[in-house]
């Protein structure tokens, strides 16, 4: 499962889709009511991996951050919009395709319900097949963070806010969502994973304090660690991967796979029960 979760968190595949359907033709449907600490330690795991990866870029964001503050008090707030560092304006972009995810909230318990339904992961599985498929061919953009745009990040958070559905990719939806958008191919794929951060450290806390409610049982400690450190070290070398297949203009081969695993999965529900 931290492979999985490593690899699936990553390469547009969707995890919870690939875990929804491990843990149902592997007997474990209420693995994720009776373990939840085991998965919320899982997303801590990637969530470790795109901080490594990325951290120069982070360490840049939230210097500028602080020092956009700072500009609010002082003369140096009424700078011009073409001065501002491409760090702070990614901040901002961030900030923005976040707030979708708001939305969400109040659904989060149908969400979570369609993740045991086989048929919906398979179907979605088939339907971000179709988006990544398309996405990479009409992808020709060249925006950056110094000339992407709020409505740009709007829409990019909006397919964020879709990706939190069982078997629809999250970054799938995100990168795809940016490429069509007219980001450039490198910073569709950066902004994708750095606006992870706030939505999936923001789901792990709610699902710590879940997992808190619940219990946490000591004997599952040994598991949970393994799984947060095989999830980590997966997820950095998947993101690597992501990168290196989007230079080369190769993000839509994942598509041939969501719709390998999406077929297969939604004729072994109705075989397997």
């Known amino acids: 499962m931290g492979v999985l979760q490593g690899i699936a968190e990553f390469l547009p595949i969707s995890s919870s889709g690939h875990l929804a359907l491990f843990q149902h033709f592997f007997g474990m449907e209420d693995f994720e009511s009776t373990q939840l600490f085991f998965t919320v330690m899982l997303h801590f ?40 560092p491409p760090a702070r304006r990614m901040v901002l972009l961030i900030i923005v395709a976040t707030l979708p995810l708001f939305v969400v909230l109040p659904v989060k318990g149908l969400i979570e319900a369609a993740t045991g339904n086989v048929v919906f992961v398979s179907l979605a599985l088939i339907a971000t097949g ?35 559905l069982p078997g629809i990719s999250r970054s799938g939806m995100t990168i795809s969502a940016g490429m069509l958008r007219g980001y450039d191919r490198t910073f569709a794929v950066r902004f994708s994973f750095l606006m992870s951060l706030p939505a999936v450290f923001g789901a792990t806390l709610l699902e710590l304090k879940d997992a808190l409610e619940v219990g946490l049982d000591p004997a599952i400690l040994p598991y949970c660690v393994v799984g947060m450190v095989v999830a980590g070290v997966v997820g950095y070398f998947a993101i690597r991967l992501v990168n290196l297949l989007a230079d080369k203009g190769k993000f839509g081969a994942f598509a041939y796979y969501c719709w390998a695993v999406g077929l297969v999965s939604l004729v072994a529900g109705f075989l397997v029960k």
């Open 45 to 84: 795991g990637t969530l470790v991996s795109v901080f490594i990866y990325y951290w120069h870029d982070i360490v840049d964001m939230i210097r500028e951050f602080f020092l956009a503050i700072g500009d609010l008090f002082s003369r140096r707030g009424t700078r011009q919009r073409a001065q501002t």
């Open 130 to 164: 179709f988006l990544l498929f398309f996405s990479d061919r009409f992808a020709r953009g060249r925006k950056t963070a110094r000339t992407a745009t709020l409505a740009d990040a709007v829409l990019v958070g909006c397919a964020q806010a879709v990706g939190t």
